[in-house]
């Protein structure tokens, strides 16, 4: 079936701003840009003379390496900035470091940052397309893409399926992103996890929030485990990670709660043991390591879509007015 | 100068000038195939195959992301992807596109099939030659040859299974190459 392309945005800063088409613009170049990996000559042409620039002020890996991936395999210069390599250790402002960097004459810059609103403060500024690749607990939109895309290779579309998000949802941005993603994909989202880190709130957006895991987990087609971040919650939001584990891990007895063909995701790093038995991590329910992989497809595609649209707003304001 | 009508019936005979050509200069060979160009070469390579007797084996290549405008404008999404089922290297390569124009989207699908593997050699077969090329490359197997004006460009519908219904139109051209 064809669907109309789409993308409006020099940017990709979240998910909440994107329509369901563009969402699914995403998907359909993630198809044709996965397509590339299998075969022995990986690299494609695309976005050959274009420079990237990895502006990464928290830590990552799996992030940070799909996005370096992804431009390498589109044939772009690609150069990573650590906050700890950077000037910004020198007092630097990030919209100095920013400025710099388009001065530099890159073509895009990639951000993650600890702070909300970065990644969009950048792209207002800039000529250049800027993607967020997470700041702080706003959005991770490129991890919510190749969730869905995940997702939609495994179970087809996500029209009325229920996906249950387990764990820490309020610092998380990726939980923030897949809930925008998966609703106007037209999916049912339960949240679930301890009241203190699921907060009612969430219902706004169109969840469905409830703390009975196995009520939560019944009929699912999808479970997303979220991280335990034990430098912050462990203190705060639940008494002790053995209640945790007690109370919210998912071990096969749980798992054996959702419908037989459900998929387990986690976006990583996964605590073993603590959000989710390592057995478990490992079956062929779990999609994990196919998340990873998808990781780098949808960056190819995100990077692809935001240089297109740059180029197209510039040949528009190039062109003489009639 | 005029945009010359054909009618379906010229279309088919084409299509069968096409088919009898290849299937002579294929025959000989151990291992070949058709690889129709996303997506008007698509339908053409399984027509010809079929009027060739249907054993010879047929692919598809989706030039796009080779092609030099690639980033001005995004793609349509209809775009078939690139699918050879079959062992490129060493191989007779037939590409195959409705219609010839500046032959940028045949350079994009030849570096797209060589991404695949190194077949034996690679010739060109399109069903329509319109007399726009821009790049030294030219098809070796035309099924009819248009004069058109600069900018205008044809578009041409196959039928799979009535010959009376194929049909060719004349379209206004965008900048993009065809």
């Known amino acids: 079936m064809s669907t109309p392309t789409t993308w409006r945005y020099k940017d990709l800063t979240s998910i909440e701003r994107l329509t369901r088409e563009e969402i699914e613009t995403v998907h359909h170049y993630a198809a044709q840009f996965k397509k590339s990996l299998d075969r022995s000559q990986k690299k494609l042409p695309t976005l050959r003379g274009k420079t990237v620039i990895n502006l990464f002020i928290e830590p990552s890996t799996r992030t940070r390496v799909a996005f370096e991936i992804a431009a390498k395999r589109l044939s772009a210069d690609v150069t990573t900035i650590e906050e700890a390599a950077s000037s910004l250790v020198k007092g630097e402002s990030l919209r100095d470091t920013a400025e710099v960097i388009q001065a530099l004459n890159a073509d895009l810059i990639v951000i993650r940052h600890r702070s909300a609103g970065s990644a969009d403060y950048l792209g207002k500024l800039l000529d250049i397309p800027v993607i967020n690749a997470g700041d702080g607990a706003h959005e991770h939109p490129t991890q919510a893409l190749l969730d869905t895309f995940t997702m939609k290779e495994r179970l087809g579309s996500l029209e009325g399926r229920k996906v249950v998000i387990l764990g820490d949802i309020l610092f998380s941005r990726v939980a923030r992103s897949n809930i925008w993603a998966l609703k106007k994909l037209g999916a049912h989202v339960t949240l679930c996890g301890p009241a203190t880190l699921v907060p009612e709130g969430f219902r706004s957006m169109g969840c469905e929030i409830n703390y009975n895991l196995r009520a939560a987990l019944a009929d699912a087609d999808v479970v997303m485990l979220l991280r335990i971040q034990h430098e912050r919650q462990a203190s705060t939001h639940f008494p002790s990670v053995g209640e945790y584990k007690a109370l919210y891990s998912l071990n096969e007895e749980r798992a054996s709660w959702l419908k037989p063909n459900a998929i387990i995701m986690h976006p990583g790093p996964v605590n073993r043991g603590v959000e989710i038995d390592s057995a478990l991590a490992d079956s062929p329910q779990s999609v994990i390591l196919e998340q990873v992989t998808n990781g780098i497809v949808t960056r190819m595609a995100t990077l692809f879509l935001c240089l297109t649209k740059a180029n197209e707003l510039r040949n528009a304001q190039a062109a003489p007015q009639q | ?178």
Do not use: W
């Open chain 2, 1 to 178: 100068m005029h945009f010359p009508q054909v009618d379906s019936e010229t279309l088919d005979a084409a299509l069968d000038k096409l088919s009898s050509e290849l299937k002579s200069f294929l025959q000989p060979k151990a291992h070949v195939a058709l690889v129709g160009i996303a997506n008007g070469g698509i339908p053409l390579a399984r027509l010809l195959a079929e009027r060739m007797g249907g054993n010879i084996p047929v692919g598809v290549v989706n030039s796009s992301f080779h092609r030099d405008d690639v980033t001005l404008k995004l793609l349509p999404t209809n775009f078939a992807l690139t699918d050879l089922d079959f062992e490129i290297d060493g191989a007779t390569i037939v590409l195959v596109d409705d219609v010839f124009a500046t032959g940028r989207t045949v350079r994009a699908a030849l570096n797209e099939l060589f991404d695949y593997g190194r077949p034996e050699e690679v010739r060109m077969a399109t069903l329509v030659d319109i007399g726009q090329k821009k790049l030294p490359l030219q098809p070796d197997f035309v099924g009819l040859y248009l004069e058109l004006e600069p900018g205008q460009k044809v578009k041409v519908c196959l039928s799979a299974d009535d010959a009376s219904a194929h049909t060719i139109e004349l379209e206004a051209s965008s900048k993009s190459f065809a």
